[in-house]
């Protein structure tokens, strides 16, 4: 009779299985209203409406980054009382489409939920709906919040990117960037729950370069820990700071001439969380060329110029990584012609 010996076996784990990790901005995204960092005031206002037994359509706006998906979640699983099939969530930038709104939206309304409960529809990124949707979404809300059986929560970024038809049937609220000592707390809980070692000066460093931002934070503490050097110094975070990588760009454009790798640089800074998006590198070229440390002011001026363009462009509709290659091309054009006396 033969016996057979049932071993357990481990699967040693390569390097590349050690390192990968889910971002730490899922890590640490608050699940309720207590957890979010900064902005209480709003916070707390936002608590007492979504509290009430009537609770109105919302709308929050505020630069990215500061919580305005997190709370519309939060909202959300608090509206629908944990039941899923009664949210639905849609990106106004690819979803914001009559097409989606007769197929998708309406159904979701009129269809009665298994419990009776309330429904609820988040639209993320609702200023990049066409002015052709929006007054269609209007009369949407109409139909299905008078009963209170639907409440509608509308992110953006801009709030005069929404017809005032639709803002004046929400409740207003507006995140701003938070405060230092709110950022510290959020460091301090990362440093900890992550085991980091921050030199003092690391730390002033991170919040110049969080700029308010707590997703900027958390995101740039997961860039520096994965370099593997400890502890983390004000050298680390500066090789690793928006000001090195937008450098690294304009080298390309300016001195190289590259305009792909240019491109291909500021792609590949975006998908790994360096850069927020095309906005926010039209910014920092902003506040580059608009410092006093720039001599040319006829260079400076059309630079300014273009930047305004590109993120009016934008705001109108326009494909943001379209317009930020547009820019480079701008400032390439212009490198050129200053040099040949043009």
Not at 62 to 88: D, F, P
Not at 184 to 208: D, F, P, S, Y
Not at 237 to 252: R, T, Y
Request: charged residues 30%; positive net charge.
């Amino acid at each position: 009779m033969s016996t057979t010996t049932s071993k357990t076996v481990k699967k040693t784990k390569t390097k590349k299985e050690k390192t990968r990790e889910s971002p730490w901005t899922e890590q640490f995204r608050p699940r309720t209203t207590k957890q979010i960092v900064g902005n209480q005031d709003v916070v707390r206002d936002i608590d007492e409406q979504t509290s009430q037994l009537s609770v109105p359509n919302i709308c929050i706006s505020g630069i990215q980054g500061v919580g305005k998906t997190t709370i519309s979640n939060i909202i959300a699983w608090r509206l629908a009382e944990g039941q899923v099939e009664n949210i639905l969530i849609i990106n106004g930038s690819e979803q914001g489409t009559m097409d989606y709104l007769r197929k998708k939206i309406i159904p979701f309304c009129d269809k009665t939920s298994l419990d009776s409960g309330r429904k609820v529809v988040v639209i993320e990124e609702a200023d990049n709906m066409s002015t052709k949707v929006q007054p269609a979404l209007r009369k949407v809300m109409e139909k299905y919040t008078v009963n209170g059986n639907v409440v509608f929560v509308l992110n953006c970024n801009y709030l005069n990117k929404i017809i005032p038809p639709l803002l004046s049937r929400c409740a207003k609220f507006k995140f701003g960037r938070v405060a230092d000592k709110d950022m510290i707390k959020l460091l301090k809980r990362v440093q900890k729950v992550k085991k980091l070692t921050i030199e003092e000066g690391a730390i002033e460093k991170i919040l110049k370069e969080a700029k308010g931002i707590p997703r900027d934070l958390i995101t740039l503490l997961q860039m520096v820990s994965l370099s593997g050097k400890r502890p983390i110094t004000t050298d680390l975070v500066q090789k690793h700071s928006l000001d090195v990588i937008v450098e690294e760009i304009m080298k390309e454009i300016l001195k190289k001439k590259n305009l792909k790798a240019a491109l291909d640089l500021t792609i590949k800074n975006m998908n790994e969380g360096r850069i927020i998006d095309e906005r926010s590198m039209i910014e920092e070229i902003f506040n580059r060329y608009s410092s006093n440390g720039i001599k040319n002011e006829l260079f400076r001026g059309f630079i300014i110029k273009y930047c305004a363009e590109a993120d009016a462009n934008i705001s109108g509709g326009s494909i943001p990584l379209i317009q930020l290659g547009g820019l480079y091309s701008n400032i390439l054009i212009l490198k050129i012609q200053s040099e040949s006396g043009k």
